[in-house]
């Protein structure tokens, strides 16, 4: 039945999946996508939305290296909003509301488009493993299929278990069976795993909604995209989401199915994402708040179905509903199917190096929520590095990492192998210190040579960020070399309350202004002119104002990102024995044999480890 050898099989078809199926294939290697129903790939389990704060950063650096979620997310899309205009550049992240049952259905048409990619619907309960290397996989009817290298991205399926109230059934999601047998598997190969906990608001049907008694939240007005290729256009016509408020009535009636939850009867032992809590946790942590916001997302273009953000919940059904129908605008609310939450298997990161290659079995790869992360992005942009290094792993080139000044996925990876985590891992615009340099302006400057080089990214990609490159390069320079008299620029300064000027002086200079706005140097004869005769798009007007305004900003963290990436090129000898550094931490020597970095720069990062403890390695190395 399966007589070749597959380069890369990827078992799940979610978020991890599809985008590590998509880049093995890409990269030219003989690829399987094992699922146990092709009929959910790419499935949005949760919420319909992709991007948001530091995910939308993510989205736009799978793009720009040649992965699919981007363009995904901009043909499927039904609202468009850019968060966080009101701060810097660093912090602005874009955000989609997605039509459900379209995205699906576009990555998997895209899929089926990808050359060197086969599909197989099964279940696997099993990896064929000789000596130290992976060699395959066991499907549940027996069926054995060779590879050189296989990435599990299994999601919520391993030994999933569903609560709702004091019911509980195994599943991998409401309606699809849990995966067994890969778990048990790995601890006796020498893995460690956990359990982790996730959950899901109830989806309600619109048609029973007063929208009326709630607060509109439009899209932008000018709404912008996420893929930088041209084969998606920005929408021309939005959906809007609502918002309503919970209510001491509402938390009252909550608690009084507290007794019933699994949260608080000891039924669920695992941890949940602390960022994303349910509506008990919510008011049991927060029993000063008397509401919390409850965002109402549409499902798609044309169903009637509704998601309820922010109302994630394992209450029994009769206390969900009952609790929700005292919430302004769901008097008459219809339940399509209750909110749950969901247990399931994870593995503790710090058992991979930085490819996503486990460090016991040799071509084995892990990617997304089985690493202890929540998020489609997070799992995305998982899966897009795990494809790479598994291709490159075959085709005997070197590995591909980015480092935190690189990339969030740069971050996210590394915080994840060196620190691990204990709980669902969300990214956030904090987690970054270099936020500043990774902009989600300017991810296709920054990764998409890079997915040239492995060959991700087309040509087409590479010239349209050369053409954005050159372009804003060349209006900076505008700038910088033309002047503006007094005359012509003091009325804009006025309207904007900022210093008159007594003599001409370089655009630049005033530009750089705190409260000078593209709008504003606009009205200056010579820039419209410049912005007219040389077509420039509004990617390229905002890469320039960004250069222009935080020039020395960026220039000062770049600064800072150098001097810190002199460690990364310290290497630490593979099977460093950190038992002989007797001056160092007892502490210290644990965590660095656990972890084993590769750098010391990594090994700085790791807690638990002193500054004064990394001294000492640099000393016991000869540095």
Known sequence: MFNDIYDVIVVGAGHAGSEAAAAAANMGSKTLLVTMNLQNIAQMSCNPAMGGIAKGQIVREIDALGGYSGIVSDTSAIQFKMLNKSKGPAMWSPRVQSDRMRFAEDWRLLLEQTKNLDFYQEMVSGLLIEGDKVVGVKTSLGVEIKSKTVVLTNGTFLNGLIHIGDKNFGGGRAGEKAATGITEQLVDLGFDSGRMKTGTPPRVDGRSLDYSKMIEQPGDDNPEKFSYLDITKPLNKQRSCHMTYTSPEVHELLREGFDRSPMFNGRIKSLGPRYCPSIEDKINRFADKDRHQLFIEPEGWNTVEV?????????????????????????????????????????????????????????????????????????????????????????????????????????????????????????????????????????????????????????????????????????????????????????????????????????????????????????????????????????????????????????????????????????????????????????????????????????????????????????????
């Not at 790479?388 to 590394?414: H, P, W």
């Not at 007219?532 to 104002?545: C, G, P, S, Y």
């Open 307 to 623: 998601y309820v953000n922010g109302f994630s919940t394992s209450l029994p059904e009769d206390v969900q509903f009952k609790a929700l129908r005292s919430v302004a605008g769901f008097e008459n609310v219809k339940f399509f199917r209750p909110g749950y939450a969901i247990e399931y298997d994870y593995f503790p990161p710090t058992q991979l190096k930085h490819t996503l290659e486990t460090k016991i079995v040799s071509g084995l790869y892990f990617a997304g929520q089985i690493n202890g992360t929540t998020g489609y992005e997070e799992a995305a942009s998982q899966g897009l590095m795990a494809g790479i290094n598994a291709s490159l792993k075959v085709q005997e080139r070197d590995s591909f990492t980015l480092k935190r000044d690189e990339a969030y996925i740069g971050v996210l990876i590394d915080d994840l192998i060196t620190k691990g985590t204990e709980e669902p891992y969300r990214m956030f615009t904090s987690r970054a210190e270099y936020r500043t340099l990774l902009r989600q302006d300017n991810a296709d400057l920054r990764l998409t040579p890079k997915g040239f080089e492995l060959g991700l990214a087309t040509e087409n990609r590479l010239r349209r960020m050369e053409q954005k490159h050159n372009s804003a390069k060349e209006f900076v320079s505008f700038f910088e070399t033309t002047s503006v008299t007094p005359k012509e620029i003091n009325p804009i300064l006025e309207s904007k309350k900022s210093a008159l000027v007594k003599q001409s002086g370089k655009l630049f200079k005033i530009f750089a202004r705190p409260n000078i706005e593209m709008e504003d140097v606009r009205k200056v004869s010579s820039v419209e002119k410049y912005i007219q005769e040389n077509n420039l798009d509004r990617e390229v007007i905002e890469q320039a104002e960004i250069q222009v305004k935080y020039s020395g900003y960026i220039a000062k963290e770049k600064n800072n990102a150098d001097k810190l990436n002199r460690l990364e090129y310290v290497k630490i000898p593979e099977n460093f024995d950190y038992s002989k550094i007797k001056s160092m931490s007892f502490e210290a020597r644990e965590k660095l044999k656990k972890i084993q970095p590769v750098t010391v720069s990594q090994a700085s990062r790791i807690s638990g480890v002193s500054p004064n403890d990394i001294s000492v390695l640099l000393v016991y190395m000869g540095r």
